[in-house]
């Protein structure tokens, strides 16, 4: 059986609002939003009485998808907000944009701080990593060339 593709990256949230808005400032689409609940879902994430609100955005050519969920119960658990590069787990997500200079003062106006500077890759990309809502951390890609 050959795997088919990625579906989603989860991303655990508190403000789902301040978040959602930050990715549709990006450019992701949204594809739904949902509260989700029940013994099903119980049964699924190995929690009790879960119920949660899930926004689903894709990137507009359709093939990337991140699912935003905001736990009402059980609240979330722990935070990595913060966390340096380098710590264990998924530490970011990376999008390629046509123009950084021109989306990254669409996010810092929406919260989000660089990490450190934008650069100039060889003569192949153009990179920026910056902390959106919550910690989280995003890099944008323009290649050169």
Request: charged residues 25%; proline residues 5%; aromatic residues 6%.
């Amino acid at each position: 059986m050959a795997l088919g593709r990625m579906d989603n990256v989860l991303i655990v949230v508190d403000d789902l609002e301040a978040v959602k808005a930050f990715f549709l400032e990006l450019g992701l689409e949204l594809e739904g939003e949902t509260t989700v609940e029940g013994s099903s879902v119980d049964r699924l994430i190995g929690l009790e009485s879960v119920r949660s609100t899930i926004a689903t955005l894709r990137t507009p050519d359709g093939h990337g998808r991140i699912e935003l969920d905001k736990f009402h119960t059980p609240p979330a658990a722990g935070s990595p907000a913060g966390a340096p590069v380098n710590a264990y787990g998924i530490r970011r997500i990376m999008f390629a944009v046509d123009d950084i200079d021109e989306v990254l003062p669409r996010l810092v106006a929406r919260g989000a701080e660089l990490v450190g500077d934008v650069v100039e890759y060889g003569k192949t990309f153009k990179l920026v990593y910056l902390r959106g809502p919550e910690g989280i951390m995003v890099a944008l890609a323009e290649q050169r060339g």
